[in-house]
């Protein structure tokens, strides 16, 4: 992508309006918070504590809205505590530079390491380089600036105070996870009526585990509609799969089809059933007619072999996710997957025990090729640049240029980029907007506090539709507070303005001199994916053998592994799509063609793993006959070692190749393997497809590498150039 067309990208994302669900109580009574803290320190105290008040009330609440799955409350505490702690120990250095800066400088690297956490610590943690940056502001008074920190850290207890006493939908964002996941599987299953062999992205499972994930405290708590339905889903993701696929399960044509077409959408409708159920705490209703064709006809069932054994396993399935939707919130009858309790349940360690998570976290990012620590030099180097700046600058409040640069700042290009530019648009449009009612209102502290709390209640309620329109009432916010203390709009507003735009400019030059490029990583990415997906289909093959609980165990974290590293993959090839860098390694059609192949690759090892007897059970007939067929454990051990193999290929810009895979496959085909599963041979023989796919994308000579990126580049720049003739004028992105 060139540097023109992805500066529109950029332009076009910073101002896109994201279709989120509002919501509307959680913004009022986080805006009741600051409210709650605001008006006492205006009328008991003075201007300046009640800026102080609302720093603390506004950034904690804001925090509550980061997508997280700890309790609300917890947040706003812990976001109150640490914009405390920024603001008393910014103050023991504001008084000098020669102290301030580096405290700002390892602050704002410390903040930016954060992000190894996770995107709330970091988000957070930014807050908190603000505070100190804002610290100049407070009287020349150690005392003064305890009381001030102490202002701060009290609207983080106010807003978790009102979290416990006036719970909005608790559990909610944990309802919805799981409800996703569910509803992800119904839309699966009506794609493969239509698309037998239909791809399925794991994200929403994923989400959905991340938020099983819980604290003890929380365990005591939770609601038990949120014990088993996640594994359910897990299980039902297969049988639809091997259901449809043309190759194993129902026949192309006939009356075979049509009645896994019946299945299908009938799983599709008691899925969405159940997960309208957990989304909304009451029971749902599914269509009689979609519970009459979950009969299986011993005499007239048209569905044979395989087919037949699918359906009867998702009918079976299918009734517990009936008995789901119609419970709602029925005390402790929700169905539970196969195991003890102890072993299902996923633990999140407490805020106390999570130091040493974090710090292992960090010191795995502490390498220079790390996106997390590039982004924690750049922010450090930002902050202290952008506040030296603007201190040169004939004008006040200098330290909004470096907040500015500390709150638009991420780890990769694109969210950096457009949020400079939301954040400028959204500080024209509000800055305007309050000005003009500031000057029409005259100078009046009271109703400049309730306009600010206003607008701050506004804030909360598009947080989640995009950084623009949040930040337009957000900018209007300070406004107000800068009005409420008895400054001109004359000496703020324009300053304002500026100094924001000077932000934005240092964060994005910033990743201009610094970068943490995606592209380069795809190659690393993409063997990654391949190498876990290769472990994943080698345990499946081993359980189908000796289905014995450690190796349903070994199944499972191998799936998992498979679906982190196709995460990772498909992060950074988002990402990669959006820079305007040159492609190293692999084009962006030749990463779409290795994508496409590796994921027919992982979907036929869950369609191997569909067939996969239960833990404990007896085997099959041919199960036996496979785990004592040499063939079949070659061909298991040959994938595993030839993908493994490939991976390091892949890195080093190798061709891949399938030798011992070819091989075993050949063998398991003759007299002794022949006999022993026919529907895991065919599956075998998929993957092996999809290997010859991903060979075919990849394999290259150097001389043809060079060229293809040539080429690449050619057809971005001929797209962007049809862009720009018309809209008329399709394009291809590159």
């Not at 102490?150 to 807003?159: E, F, N, Y």
Request: proline residues 7%; glycine residues 8%; hydrophobic residues 45%.
């Amino acid at each position: 992508m060139t540097w023109l067309r992805a500066l529109r990208e950029v332009v076009r994302s910073g101002l896109t309006i994201e279709e989120a669900r509002l919501e509307p109580l959680l913004a009022l009574r986080t805006a009741v918070g600051v409210a709650i803290i605001v008006g006492p320190a205006l009328w008991l105290a003075s201007p300046s504590y009640a800026a102080s008040a609302a720093l603390g009330a506004y950034s904690a609440g804001a925090a509550t809205f980061q997508r997280t799955w700890r309790p609300r409350k917890v947040i706003a505490l812990g976001a109150g505590a640490g914009l405390a702690l920024s603001t008393f120990v910014g103050y023991l250095a504001a008084g000098r530079l020669v102290t301030f800066l580096p405290l700002l400088a390892a602050w704002a690297f410390v903040a930016g390491m954060a992000w190894a956490a996770g995107s709330t610590a970091g988000i957070v943690a930014a807050t908190m380089v603000g505070s100190m940056l804002v610290t100049i502001t407070l009287p020349t008074s150690a005392g003064r600036a305890l009381e001030h920190a102490g202002v701060i850290a009290l609207g983080g207890v106010v807003q978790a105070v009102l979290i416990l006493l006036f719970p909005i939908r608790r559990w909610g964002a944990h309802r919805d996870a799981l409800a996703d996941a569910l509803a992800a599987v119904a839309d699966y299953a009506r794609r493969l009526r239509h698309d037998p062999t239909a791809p399925f992205d794991p994200e929403p499972l994923m989400t959905a585990r991340d938020a099983a994930a819980v604290t003890p405290s929380q365990a005591r708590t939770r609601p038990s509609v949120l014990h088993g339905p996640r594994g359910l889903a897990e299980r039902i993701l297969p049988a639809v799969a091997a259901l449809a696929d043309p190759d194993i399960g129902a026949p192309a044509e006939g009356p075979g089809r049509d009645r896994a077409r019946e299945l299908l959408d009938a799983a599709a409708e008691v899925l969405d059933a159940a997960a309208r159920s957990i989304r909304r705490g009451t029971p749902a209703e599914v269509p009689p007619g979609s519970t009459d064709v979950l009969r299986v006809d011993e005499e007239h069932e048209v569905l044979e072999g395989p087919a037949r054994q699918a359906a009867e396993r998702l009918v079976e399935l299918l009734g517990e996710a009936l008995e789901i939707a119609g419970l709602g919130d029925a005390p402790g009858k929700t169905p539970t997957p196969p195991g003890s309790a102890g072993a299902q349940l996923l633990v999140r360690p407490t805020l106390f025990r999570l130091l040493p998570v974090v710090v292992r976290a960090v010191r795995r990012e502490l390498r220079r090729d790390s996106p997390v620590f590039r982004h924690a030099v750049r922010l450090a180097a930002v902050a202290t640049l952008g506040y030296l700046i603007a201190a040169r600058l004939p004008v006040g409040h200098g330290y909004w240029a470096p907040i500015t640069s500390v709150m638009v700042m991420r780890p990769d290009f694109h969210r950096t980029y457009a949020r400079a530019v939301a954040r400028l648009a959204g500080t024209l449009a509000g800055v305007g907007l309050a000005t003009g009612m500031v000057r029409a209102l005259g100078p009046d502290a009271q109703v400049f506090g309730a306009l600010a709390v206003f607008s701050a209640g506004l804030s909360y309620t598009l947080i989640r539709t995009g950084y623009a329109y949040s930040q337009c009432f957000t900018a209007a916010y300070v406004v107000f507070l800068l009005g409420m203390g008895g400054h001109a709009w004359e000496q703020t507003v324009p300053e304002r303005v500026l100094l924001t735009l000077l932000g934005g400019a240092l964060a994005m030059l910033a990743y201009v001199v610094f970068p943490a490029w995606e592209t380069p990583r795809l190659t690393g990415r993409l063997a990654d994916w391949l190498a876990a997906d290769g472990r994943y289909t080698a345990a499946v093959l081993r359980s189908y053998a000796e289905p014995t609980r450690e190796h349903h165990a070994d199944v499972r974290r191998a799936l998992l592994a498979s679906r982190e590293a196709r995460a990772a993959w498909q992060e950074t090839y988002d990402q990669a799509r959006q820079e305007p860098v040159r492609p190293r390694g692999l084009t962006s059609r030749e990463a779409q063609e290795a994508q496409e192949a590796l994921k027919g690759f992982g979907r036929a090892a869950m369609l191997m793993e569909s067939h996969v007897p239960r833990a404990g059970s007896r085997p099959a007939p041919e199960a036996k006959r496979f785990a004592e067929a040499p063939e079949a454990k070659r061909f298991a051990e040959a994938l595993e070692a030839d993908t493994a193999q490939a991976a390091v290929d892949v890195r080093e810009h190798r061709n891949p190749e399938w030798e011992r895979v070819e091989e075993a496959l050949q063998a398991w085909e003759g007299p002794a393997g022949g006999d022993g599963s026919p529907v895991l041979r065919r599956e075998a023989e998929l993957q092996k497809q999809a290997l010859e796919d991903l060979a075919t994308a990849v394999s290259r000579t150097p001389l043809e590498r060079d060229v293809g990126s040539a080429r690449e580049e050619q057809r971005v720049r001929t797209a962007a150039a049809a862009e720009d003739d018309g809209p008329g004028l399709a394009h291809r992105d590159g």
